[in-house]
């Protein structure tokens, strides 16, 4: 009995260990033309914690088999330093550039009950006092506390700011202690979602292109997330709901992959090192992170601790909002803020200018 139930334990295993690495995928093949490997990508955190868990099952039942996950884990372990970073950097104490990027969500924590946490989160943009902020998801208003105005003046640390509408009273709000020179917009077909950016006079008159980008939104209502709870706890959830919930996050797969290609073509043609700040909507395994990406560096790999995970919610509750920069500079300190304000959480770092770095990156 005890060899029969090994036997099934290792097929179990082989299974896991194929899943776990056609989830590698996920970053190489587009979801617009074959989106299963999307899927997986964004269930990469279990599968990885499933390979380990046979790992050490092996290791106390029979050793030799522990190579196949093993193995499996070394040819993703690019992806695992995306994910986590087990050792922390050593801290920066001088001075830089100061970068906060965080999706608000209206400046409202639950839409449905209308629960705000405005003058909290105002406050805490203050106390942070960034040099530059790229807001997500902000209510664009023309008076009030949360004007773009009001809100320039609340922060000692701002003195300008650019918006775009994605509708009326909503879209992104980029702030900067210094000077913005020129901006615009990336708008994309079909889609309330889009990228502002700014070319921004840095100190030492570097000009730098900060794009402030929100990507498709897998627009997950509140109470179909009681599929995602069954689907985690192994309940059996309504097939209904399931499908209609595993459609919105295929579509946004699909639609994300276009809007990344778009944005990762337009940074490749700025005339100015970038900085890439905001709300991806998919995890470090994905096509959308990869492709934006490029070669830009991730400020979480070059200097986070921790997993990072930077969405207060359930679906996917792991990496999403990022900061990503040219190789003109270095960054240091990143850190994800829980702060209860929002269903994101705040991601910051500072820059620094490196020394005989290379722009065209």
């Given at each position: 009995m005890k060899s029969f139930i090994l036997k099934i334990a290792f097929f179990v295993n082989i299974i896991f260990a194929l899943t776990l690495g056609v989830s590698y995928l996920s970053v190489h093949i587009p979801p617009d033309r074959f989106w299963y490997p999307a899927f997986l990508g964004m269930a990469y955190?279990?599968?990885l914690l499933i390979n380990i868990i046979f790992i050490f099952f092996w290791l106390w039942?029979?050793?030799?088999?522990?190579?196949?996950?093993?193995?499996?884990?070394?040819?993703?372990?690019?992806?695992?330093?995306?994910?986590?970073q087990l050792f922390p950097s050593k801290k920066f104490t001088g001075k830089g550039i100061k970068v906060l990027s965080y999706n608000v969500h209206h400046f409202t924590y639950d839409l449905s009950k209308k629960k705000s946490n405005s003058p909290e989160l105002l406050?805490?943009?203050?106390?942070?006092?960034?040099?530059?902020i790229c807001l997500q998801e902000?209510?664009?208003?023309?008076?009030?506390?949360?004007?773009?105005?009001?809100?320039?003046?609340?922060?000692?640390?701002i003195h300008y700011y650019q918006l775009a509408h994605t509708t009326t009273y909503a879209g992104p709000l980029t702030f900067s202690r210094f000077p913005i020179v020129n901006l615009g917009e990336i708008r994309f077909k079909n889609s309330y979602n889009m990228v502002l950016f700014s070319d921004i006079v840095l100190p030492g008159n570097d000009t730098a292109r900060v794009y402030n980008c929100h990507l498709q939104s897998n627009r997950i209502l509140p109470d179909?997330?009681?599929?995602?709870?069954?689907?985690?706890?192994?309940?059996?959830?309504k097939l209904k709901e399931t499908r209609l919930v595993l459609g919105k996050l295929k579509r946004a797969f699909?639609?994300?992959?276009?809007?990344?290609r778009i944005l990762s073509a337009h940074i490749k043609k700025s005339p100015y090192p970038v900085i890439v700040?905001?709300?991806?909507?998919?995890?470090?395994?994905?096509?959308?992170?990869r492709e934006v990406r490029g070669k830009l560096k991730d400020a979480f790999v070059e200097s986070g601790f921790g997993t990072g995970n930077s969405y207060n919610g359930k679906l996917p509750s792991f990496r999403i909002d990022y900061i990503l920069y040219s190789n003109l500079f270095e960054a240091h300190n990143f850190k994800r803020i829980k702060v209860g304000y929002s269903d994101h959480y705040p991601v910051t770092t500072t820059l620094t200018v490196r020394d005989n770095a290379s722009e065209s990156e």
């Open positions: 955190p279990y599968l039942f029979k050793p030799r088999r522990i190579w196949l996950s093993i193995l499996v884990f070394i040819l993703g372990i690019n992806h695992f330093n995306d994910y986590y406050e805490f943009l203050k106390s942070e006092a960034p040099d530059i902000t209510r664009l208003l023309k008076r009030g506390k949360l004007s773009p105005a009001s809100i320039c003046d609340l922060i000692p640390s179909e997330y009681g599929v995602v709870d069954s689907l985690t706890t192994g309940n059996d959830p699909v639609v994300r992959a276009n809007q990344a700040c905001g709300d991806f909507n998919d995890t470090p395994v994905s096509f959308t992170y």
